[in-house]
């Protein structure tokens, strides 16, 4: 048996690894656009107060895993995939190829989600969704530093990931303005009584809360940034990061006239309506409707999947009780996590 695997993210090499184990005399491979090896995401939003980061967060390099006997396909594109003969075409430096499968897992993760009135301005900001995005941040804030006392940074969005990253920032001593467009913070995780006690955390750590404002969109003013309102133009930032949620990447399932919804729609066997592909991870809406964007979901999806697909079990998927926790310095709920 040949299982492609696409994606590298906790789903993916998960499952890989898992599978490896269960199945030894099966082919694995993984197709990626990564090159940096397989990295632990929730690291991303931490990853202004820790020096180490650019080590600490690779998990495993990709050369461990082909030591593994799990075959990395680094830095390439899916440009195709054919149904009818089981094919993955592919594309990285060394030129286009094809990839035969009896089984395929899709495990793409997410984009960040960047509102419609943010496009005309995409090159205004930044987001946090991979490690090179981190880098690129990284980056962007040393040449503050070396030009300027103090970063002074805006983040749209006051979901986990904003507020994360906001109190990340704070942590590291610069000034932050987070803008949310609801009258609460994580109100898609926290009861109300919660969302009041993160507000102060965030406050008592230097950061100015605007909690209703609409931010409409973005524009530079000479070498500083500006975020607009509705009534309001706020000048004077350095950097802009955009926190809006995020996206399940669906397109690749769509073009290959898969059942996709807010994700691809699987059944309660992480089936596609194509019996010889899965999906899990961030980017699969499951059999009750809902997308399961946490560690120990995915993590349970990929090793529940491995033993499925290696013969040791016959039952259903079935998500386990998890608590999602934000990872605010400083801060923790006093009520369970809403999901």
């Not at 650019?54 to 006997?69: C, M, N, V, Y």
């Not at 059942?259 to 309506?273: C, M, P, Q, S, W």
């Not at 809406?285 to 809902?290: F, K, M, Y």
């Not at 290696?310 to 009780?321: L, R």
């Amino acid at each position: 048996m040949h299982v492609v695997v696409i994606g590298s993210g906790v789903a993916g090499i998960t499952f890989a690894e898992e599978f490896r184990k269960l199945a030894p005399e099966a082919r694995i491979s993984v197709v990626t656009q990564e090159g940096h090896g397989y990295y632990s995401r929730p690291m991303l939003s931490h990853g202004f107060s820790r020096d180490d980061i650019e080590t600490k967060i690779i998990l495993k390099p990709f050369d461990a895993l082909q030591d593994a006997g799990i075959a990395v396909y680094r830095e390439t594109s899916v440009l195709t995939l054919k149904r009818d003969d089981k094919t993955v075409v592919c594309r990285n430096s060394s030129g286009e190829f094809t990839l035969n499968y009896d089984k395929l897992v899709l495990a793409p993760g997410s984009d960040a989600l960047i509102p419609p009135p943010f496009q005309a301005s995409r090159d205004l900001f930044f987001v946090v969704n991979s490690f090179d995005d981190l880098l690129q941040l990284r980056r962007h804030r040393k040449k503050i530093i070396e030009t300027s006392a103090t970063p002074v940074w805006a983040v749209v969005g006051g979901g986990l990931i904003g507020c994360e990253v906001a109190s990340d920032l704070a942590k590291v001593g610069d000034r932050v303005v987070l803008f949310h467009a609801l009258p609460r913070l994580m109100e898609r995780q926290l009861v109300e009584e919660d969302s009041a006690t993160l507000l102060t955390v965030l406050q008592n750590h230097g950061i100015e809360v605007r909690l209703n404002a609409v931010v409409q969109g973005f524009e530079k003013i000479d070498d500083l940034y500006a975020v607009k309102l509705q009534d309001e133009v706020v000048p004077g930032f350095h950097g802009l990061i955009v926190a809006c949620g995020f996206k399940p990447r669906t397109e690749l399932a769509r073009s290959m006239g898969l059942a996709v919804n807010r994700g691809i729609k699987v059944d309660e066997f992480l089936r596609t309506d194509d019996p010889d592909i899965h999906a899990i991870g961030d980017a699969a809406e499951c059999a009750d409707g809902r997308l399961y964007a946490y560690i120990m979901p995915i993590r349970h999806q990929a090793l529940w999947l491995a033993r499925f697909l290696a013969g040791q079990t016959t039952e259903p998927w079935q998500p386990p009780d998890f608590k999602p926790r934000a990872k605010v310095h400083g801060f923790n709920a006093a009520h369970p996590y809403i999901f």
